[in-house]
């Protein structure tokens, strides 16, 4: 971005708030003794894993497509992802009453790619190690005169991830930090300018996958750093650049990033299905796999997290918590 005004600000998420009230669910904010004991703090658990598609994406991608002119949004939208993404901007095509086509990839979770066909969306896949799944949609997009609404990088996909926080914010007061999942940087981008604007001396951390952490090499250098396309079981969080947009506003608001690795997500996983009662996929347990495991430092008295989606089938969460695991 190039632009000196901020592309998206705090003002853009209480708007987008105001968009999507009565649309998307305000998810509940689960307590648990038990985990303030593990973890020596109160911990309020933001459970975007009940929101619908199952996961915070839904609030980026309706609010980006319901601000679509009428003529543009008749033409179809279109995206690219990993899977939480896909469904979110699937189901909004359909709420919207227009037609999605998502770029997949291969291996992409099989319960993700039912459920984006399940709305209604047509999906064109590509293989995550050696296709480019942006320029990939890019062009079919321009092929065929659809909109491409970004998982991330767009502004109103960041206001609307921002949501979340601002919900998790008012019920809960003030908070000393906020812990969030960082894949492509648009729920921490979004949920950091609202958290500071609220509350100027909140602590934001991101939690990334050990094999996947461009965010926080970013940070420390001071511009975009890419990796390899990270092997992980956090496949929501398995990008190898920060977004352009959103990497401008965490350079700012973001106060550190810790890492997790896969075991580590694979038990906090089963510490939410056993001591929680509630199912996590990956990369919304890396959050909560940071709490458990020390790496949210120094540690702050009251911490909101945001649990960032619940998208995983019975068989792919049996194989990464069972016993055998």
């Known amino acids: ?34 985990l303030d004991a593990r973890v020596g703090a109160e911990v309020f658990l933001k459970c975007e894993n009940l929101q619908r598609v199952g996961a915070f ?74 296709g480019d799944r942006a320029a990939i949609a890019e062009a079919l997009a321009a092929e065929r005169g659809l909109t491409l609404i970004p998982p991330y990088d767009h502004p109103d996909v960041v206001a609307g991830q921002g949501t979340a926080a601002l919900e998790l914010l008012e019920e809960t007061g003030e908070l000393d930090a906020l812990v969030v999942p960082v894949g492509g940087g648009g729920l921490i981008a979004g949920s950091a300018l609202a958290a500071k604007e609220l509350h100027p001396g909140i602590r934001v951390v991101g939690v990334e996958p050990e094999a ?41 608001l973001v106060d550190a990033v810790a890492l997790v690795g ?31 495991t020390g790496r949210v430092t120094p540690l702050p008295r009251r911490i909101g997290v945001i649990v960032s989606g619940g998208n995983v089938d019975a068989e792919r969460f049996a194989e990464l918590c069972g016993h055998g695991a």
């Open 262 to 292: 896969d075991e580590e997500i694979r038990e906090a996983m089963r510490f939410a299905f056993e001591r929680l009662k509630t199912v996590v996929e990956p990369s919304g347990a890396t959050p909560l796999a940071a709490l458990l």
């Open 1 to 34: 971005m190039t632009t000196s005004a901020p592309a998206v600000t705090a003002a853009d998420v209480r708007a987008a708030a105001t968009r999507l009230e009565g649309v998307v669910h305000r998810t509940p904010v689960l307590r648990s003794r038990t």
């Open 57 to 130: 994406k839904f609030r980026g991608a309706y609010h980006a497509a319901s601000r679509l002119a009428p003529e543009r949004l008749a033409l179809g939208i279109a995206a690219y992802s990993s899977g939480n993404h896909a469904q979110a901007v699937a189901l909004a095509a359909r709420e919207l009453g227009t037609t999605a086509v998502i770029v997949m990839p291969e291996d992409a979770p099989r319960s993700k790619a039912a459920a984006t066909a399940g709305y209604g969306a047509e999906i064109v896949t590509y293989d995550r190690y050696s």
């Open 212 to 252: 996947g952490d461009d965010t926080r090499r970013s940070l420390a250098a001071g511009r975009r750093i890419s990796v390899p396309v990270p092997r992980t079981i956090a496949d929501g969080q398995a990008i190898t650049v920060p977004g352009e947009l959103t990497f401008a506003v965490n350079r700012r």
